[in-house]
């Protein structure tokens, strides 16, 4: 039978990677995963399935809410599919990993799937490459994770990203001091979330707090911006919770002061996301022109213990399918989707072609036989479909070979000792040539 084009369309949210994008995200996971190595972070690998009510334990609501389930035949438990990686995490590091000395320092990579409204450009299929760093409570640990994430973009070759700094424990005291509660306070933090300060101000007439509260929640939707902003924002707060926090975003500032990266980072003390999950410091990572976060992180110092293991922690991960829309027209990640060379033999045997195949993979130069039969042409015109750089035609001559780049069709002679010389891409791309 013969399946139609709609009996082999994937469900909507999920999406087939070719090889040009697949080498373009497994470069890119390659570059964050060695920031995190050389920032002494080892990786784990997570199982694709957990038993729901484990993986539910280190869960908020919303994510339980867009978790896939489905029943096991063999132990008649319900099985999930995560839909995220940290509470995995947090498992591994309060099970399997209790006995070994703190701090922790994890990184990992992996899919997740989420239940979601299909809207345009959304996926259910999210890409995480992220570290956590169990064990530890101090400023030091939360510039940690920030400095971090810097790096990891800066490798990558941005220079247009800010990363919008939060605290949640600064919304929490000034929510707390309110006395509001239940739905009233529920929607007052969709209103701050919206940073709609008219909405704030209505449900204010509607549910009266005291002054000093009202001016505190009021502010909320424009307070971000740069590191003056702490001042003040210290000069009007006065409950002790949310000027806790501040001092607590004032010492990581300092910190990111001492590694240079402060000019990265931007403020905002109305950030609400995470304020059931996380328990201080909050970021995101944006770069310039695109909407959506390249990576998110904070604190989370009370999820191990839901698993019997009570230990500070905090972490962040990146979004990597965002991250590639931002970096993949970035020559070294154009250059990492494509294969060096393709051999042509035009010779009476093929020893020759595969002693040099030898010699340039040895190299490190990625190279393909044309094992197919076919004209000069044809080979030609399949390494410039396949995304080949340079088509190399290897006939009974000892001596030499003749270049072709796949880009103009430019020819140069190369000789037999330049297939060994590392550069010799380089000589390829920059010589003159013939057409």
Not at 82 to 108: F, G, K, N, V
Not at 255 to 276: C, M, N, Y
Not at 277 to 289: A, L
Not at 323 to 347: I, S
Request: aromatic share 8%.
């Amino acid at each position: 039978m013969i399946l139609s084009p709609v009996d082999i369309a994937l469900p909507r949210g999920v999406s087939d990677f070719l090889p040009e994008a697949a080498a373009k995200i497994d470069s890119i996971e390659s570059r964050l995963l060695r920031v995190f190595e050389l920032w002494g972070f080892r990786r784990i690998i997570t199982p694709r399935l957990e038993y729901e009510d484990v993986l539910a334990t280190g869960m908020g609501d919303e994510l339980k809410g867009r978790t896939y389930r489905f029943d096991d035949r063999q132990s008649g438990r319900l099985l999930a599919l995560p839909p995220d990686i940290t509470p995995q995490i947090a498992r591994i590091a309060a099970t399997r990993m209790a006995a070994l000395p703190l701090p922790h320092r994890i990184s990992y990579s992996g899919r997740v799937l989420r239940q979601t409204e299909i809207q345009a450009g959304r996926s259910r299929e999210i890409f995480q490459t992220g570290v956590e760093l169990i064990g530890l409570n101090s400023p030091e640990a939360d510039a940690e994770m920030i400095v971090m994430a810097i790096e990891a973009m800066q490798v990558l070759g941005l220079d247009d990203f800010t990363i919008d700094l939060g605290q949640v424990e600064f919304c929490h005291g000034v929510f707390q001091a309110s006395g509001l509660s239940d739905e009233p306070l529920r929607q007052l933090r969709e209103a701050v979330s919206r940073k709609d300060s008219s909405a704030v101000a209505s449900l204010l007439n509607e549910h009266p707090v005291s002054a000093d509260s009202a001016r505190e929640i009021s502010a909320l939707p424009r307070l971000f911006g740069g590191r003056d902003l702490l001042k003040t924002t210290q000069d009007f707060v006065t409950n002790p919770r949310s000027l806790a926090a501040l001092e607590n975003l004032r010492q990581v500032l300092e910190i990111l002061d001492i590694h240079g990266v402060a000019d990265f980072v931007s403020i905002d003390l109305g950030e609400t996301r995470g304020l059931d999950y996380h328990s201080g410091i909050t970021f995101e990572g944006f770069v310039t022109g695109f909407g959506e976060p390249v990576c998110c992180g904070g604190r989370y110092d009370n999820l191990t213990a839901r698993y019997g293991f009570d230990a500070p922690a905090t972490g962040f991960t990146f979004n990597l399918l965002n991250l590639l829309q931002t970096v993949e027209r970035r020559p070294e990640l154009q250059r990492c989707a494509t294969t060096d060379f393709l051999l042509f033999n035009t010779g009476s045997d093929r020893k020759n072609v595969l002693q040099v195949a030898r010699k340039l993979r040895s190299q490190g130069f990625t190279t393909a036989r044309d094992i197919i039969r076919r004209d000069f042409a044809q080979s030609l015109e399949y390494a410039k479909k396949m995304n080949i750089r340079c088509m190399l035609v290897i006939g009974d001559d000892q001596e030499s070979y003749l270049a072709v780049r796949s880009s103009d069709g430019c020819t140069i002679p190369i000789k037999i000792d330049m297939i060994v010389q590392p550069d010799l891409m380089n000589y390829i791309e920059e010589s003159q040539g013939e057409n």
